[in-house]
Every structure is written in structure tokens, then in C-alpha cells.
């Protein structure tokens, strides 16, 4: 049996991962990045590509930092509206990733940007006061951070 004919095989025996018939449903990122649904789950892929699971994989969605957190709220919303059945988007654990020392200062900016446009802070204190103390971050997304723990 040749590569193909095993890949052909296994794909055919169920493998929900190779399963090209999945449903993009929401473009978030300039590069092509779709999340959408598969077998009642959340995904995210290339269009033509192969869907990676989002639940428990914040990393999957670190893209929607790029939005404004009110332009990501109302498109997930509206997402979760037409997906009736399907668990809520959670982005607490993208949002706690992205300010984490784990990933670059870019997603941290973005992260503190979210939570200044209000994105529930709650249970986020200690990743804010390890941003405030985190030199390698920039004064402003520090100084950010201190202002949204001032607030708590």
C-alpha cells in the first residue's frame, strides 16, 4: 500500500482532524485564518487546509487581539448566535495567554488594550501585576496594566 493509499485510507476511516468538511464562518486574520465549525466544535484553518480544535488552545485565537475588543465581541456574538447548540467562544484563557511572559510583547499590548476597552477583568490580577513588573515590556503597555489593577 502506498502513502496515498494509506493517507486515503485513514482519512476515509473518520479522522475528524482530515476532514475537509468543515465550515469557515468568521475571517480572523489578513492572512487567510478562518475560525468556523466542525462536528459541533470550534475550529481554526486555512479555507482549504486542515482545522485545529480551539478548545484548549488558546494560542488558536490570539489573532482577534488584532480587532478591537468591542468589533470581537459583536462578530463572536453574532457567530455564536448562528451556532446554535455549540459551547459558548471562550477568549479568557487567550486573553490570560497573551499576557503571560510565554508569548512576545506584542500580544501583551494587545491584551491590556482589550481589557482597557473592557474585557472582563476578573481573575486576571495576578497575570496584570506580572505585566507591571515584565522590564522586557514597553513603559506604555506597563503603565497600562497598572492603571487597570488601580481599577480592580
Given at each position: ?144 496594566a497598572e492603571r487597570l489593577?488601580?481599577?480592580?
Amino acid at each position: 500500500m502506498s502513502f496515498l493509499e494509506y493517507y486515503e485510507a485513514w482519512c476515509a476511516d473518520g479522522s475528524e482532524r482530515f476532514d475537509r468538511k468543515w465550515e469557515p464562518a468568521l475571517l480572523i486574520s489578513g492572512s487567510g485564518l478562518w475560525l468556523g465549525r466542525l462536528a459541533g466544535r470550534w475550529v481554526v484553518g486555512r479555507r482549504n487546509g486542515y482545522p485545529s480544535e480551539v478548545s484548549g488552545h488558546p494560542i488558536s485565537l490570539l489573532v482577534l487581539l488584532e480587532r478591537d475588543w468591542s468589533v470581537a465581541q459583536l462578530e463572536i456574538a453574532d457567530l455564536e448566535l448562528s451556532s446554535p447548540g455549540m459551547e459558548p467562544i471562550s477568549l479568557f484563557e487567550t486573553v490570560r495567554l497573551a499576557l503571560s511572559p510565554d508569548v512576545s510583547a506584542h500580544w501583551t499590548s494587545k491584551a491590556i488594550d482589550w481589557l482597557q476597552q473592557g474585557f472582563p477583568r476578573e481573575g486576571l490580577r495576578p497575570d496584570l501585576e506580572r505585566v507591571v513588573d515584565d522590564r522586557r515590556l514597553s513603559q506604555r503597555t506597563r503603565h497600562g496594566a497598572e492603571r487597570l489593577l488601580r481599577t480592580f
